[in-house]
């Protein structure tokens, strides 16, 4: 026990009765707590550089304690003020009963000069961490601890340290989180303008969730290469450039380059897009990964971060709450308080309906729940399951479009947009009759052929086949369900505002590359397994899998066949007898639908 320093109670009678052998600053305690005592504004200067257990004398830590009441309070601090809270709390002989109130209240610095000594204070109570860590590893040596327990002992010490810096001091995230009325009240938040795309506001927390085939990654991706370029998104006007972090530990280096130089991006075309590529972050549900990440947000003076996938950066058990929890407090919660917006991407569980994978603890601290789906085709529906604002729209119904250049894909030719509106569609408005594939698509497909409510699998899966719409056959059934549960009332009424039929939304490049995966639609998308991918009725065969009318479909040839416009592959006769002069996935502006001859409504 010789190497480690006993405490000697006669080391008290030195230095006002305080161990010289401990690092301190008396002096300059003395000084700031005299400035604070006196001004509001000197307090919430040093609480930026200070926290109570960084004064050493327990008076000055009492004294400083009951100045932060008070300026929580709103009112300007006084030592009468002072010393009547600490004689409220029966604590006054703590402070020489009211003596050292008197002393240091005499005789202060002014306000402006009081950050100085507070930095002063600071150094001595960081030494003197560092002395307490020390005498922590040496008893732990002497006691014969392994090089693992020395090693955590290191590590735990790094991370408070680290914590501390990323997080600020003192109790002025309390005084700063208190409300000035007049600037509240003042403010319009209804006004407060949406990130582009619309998905949430700045400085919100959402999560994307989706199955793995979903393409989840390759859809936020754009999103933020848009925000950071400034461009629009989803029909969403353009805004100023973000600063956009992105965390990825799921995507591949060649992936992200494949899928940047298809968005159109490139050397010189990233705007403020900062990417970090499986980044040696400790995990973010731990006081170090809090503290990396901040560190790194603040070296890239980042607006918002993506975390992609956020199963990827935790340590702990996804179906444990204390997971997400720690996740909110060491990281959601520093990002919430610096006004950092955050994405983070997310899986769905085994059972869809109960939303992304593991507890639902972890749906409680976000803004916002979106849950992404592929119908096939290219189409996608987005949705929204939770909201704290209720600010913004609740759905959008999307065409992701790609196309290939040869063996690569086109760079420029790969983006996600939105679909033609329904706004009087199935499902009270929810626009997910005009997505092909979907099962309010199917629904509203029967409902305009007359099939009555109670008809069956069978029944709905010939009328589908006779309509030349595929469908998956999970799809058919959940329709077939559907329209029973409105009861057996014979044949509905179509609405005259529904839209017609559509053919499939067609492949969105031109075949298949040797050089790709087999079944590869979008860039960097993997092909989608056996049964996922919507499958057409068994006869006749859709557009879509016999490139829209070629050899060997049952209209014929394509020899006297109108043209796409923009990939000049053959059109479907129904198709161009309605006006059409693209493909769907091949409208170079929105991707929607192109207005029916002679209407007077045109798509923006």
């Known amino acids: 026990m010789d190497n480690v320093r006993r405490f000697n109670p006669r080391d008290l009678a030195d230095n006002d009765g305080f161990n010289p052998n401990v690092p301190h600053d008396l002096e300059a305690e003395a000084l700031v707590i005299g400035a604070v005592m006196h001004s509001a504004p000197a307090f919430t200067e040093c609480a930026t550089i200070l926290d109570r257990e960084d004064f050493y004398h327990p008076g000055h830590r009492l004294i400083w304690d009951a100045v932060a009441g008070i300026v929580a309070k709103g009112e300007p601090p006084h030592p009468v003020l002072v010393r009547a809270e600490i004689e409220k709390q029966g604590t006054l002989h703590l402070v020489e009963n009211g003596g050292l109130i008197l002393r240091l209240g005499t005789e202060f610095l002014p306000a402006a000069n009081a950050p100085h000594f507070a930095e002063r204070v600071y150094g001595t109570a960081r030494q003197r961490r560092y002395d307490q860590h020390a005498n922590e590893l040496k008893a732990a040596i002497l006691r014969k601890a392994d090089a693992d327990e020395l090693t955590e002992l290191v590590n735990a010490f790094q991370q408070g340290e680290q914590l501390r810096e990323s997080t600020g001091h003192g109790p002025s995230h309390l005084t700063d989180a208190l409300l000035n009325w007049d600037q509240f009240f003042a403010t319009d938040f209804g006004a407060v303008q949406l990130l582009p795309g619309k998905l949430m506001g700045p400085g919100q927390q959402i999560t994307v969730v989706g199955d793995g085939k979903a393409g ?106 204390d997971t997400w929890l720690s996740l909110y407090r060491h990281t959601l919660l520093p990002l919430k308080r610096e006004r950092v917006g955050s994405i983070r991407l997310d899986h769905f569980g085994k059972d869809k309906e109960r939303g992304g994978r593991g507890s639902s603890a972890k749906t409680q601290d976000v803004d916002h729940v979106w849950e992404l789906a592929a119908q096939g085709g290219g189409s996608l529906t987005l949705k929204r399951t939770h909201t704290r604002t209720g600010i913004g729209p609740d759905y959008f119904a999307l065409l992701r479009q790609a196309r290939r250049d040869g063996d690569n894909w086109l760079p420029g030719g790969t983006r996600h947009v939105l679909a033609a509106p329904d706004p009087d569609g199935f499902n009270s408005g929810s626009g997910l009759a005009a997505i092909p594939g979907t099962v309010e698509y199917i629904v509203a497909a029967l409902d305009r052929a007359g099939l009555p409510n109670d008809a069956g699998n069978p029944t709905a899966i010939k009328k589908l086949a006779e309509l030349q719409i595929p469908a998956r056959k999970d799809k058919i059934a959940d329709a077939v369900r559907a329209r029973k549960n409105r009861g057996n009332s014979g044949s509905p009424t179509p609405s005259p505002d529904l839209p017609p039929p559509l053919p499939a939304t067609p492949s969105p490049e031109p075949g298949e590359s040797p050089s790709k995966t087999a079944g590869q639609t979008f860039p960097g998308n993997p092909g989608e ?50 006006g059409y002069t693209t493909h769907l996935g091949c409208d170079p502006a929105t991707g929607s639908h192109p207005d029916a001859p002679g209407s007077t409504t045109t798509h923006a």
């Open 216 to 321: 989840k990654s390759l859809f936020v991706q754009e999103w933020a290469w848009r925000m950071a370029t400034g461009q629009p998104f989803l029909g969403d006007k353009a805004q100023q450039p973000i600063r956009v972090l992105y965390l990825d530990a799921e995507n591949g280096q060649e992936q992200v380059q494949e899928r940047f130089l298809s968005f159109g991006g490139g050397h010189g075309r990233m705007g403020q897009l900062r990417y970090a590529s499986f980044p040696p972050v400790r995990p973010l549900d731990t006081a170090g990964g809090g503290a990396d990440l901040m560190a790194l947000v603040k070296a890239t003076q980042a607006e918002l971060v993506v975390i992609d996938t956020v199963s990827r950066f935790i340590s702990g058990p996804e179906n444990d709450a």
């Open 529 to 578: 397994p056996r049964g996922t991918t919507p499958t057409a009725p068994p006869f006749p065969r859709s557009p879509s899998q016999e490139g829209e009318g070629g050899a060997g479909h049952p209209r014929g040839g394509s020899e006297n066949r109108a043209l796409c416009e923009v990939c000049e592959r053959p059109i479907a006769p129904d198709w161009a007898a309605r």
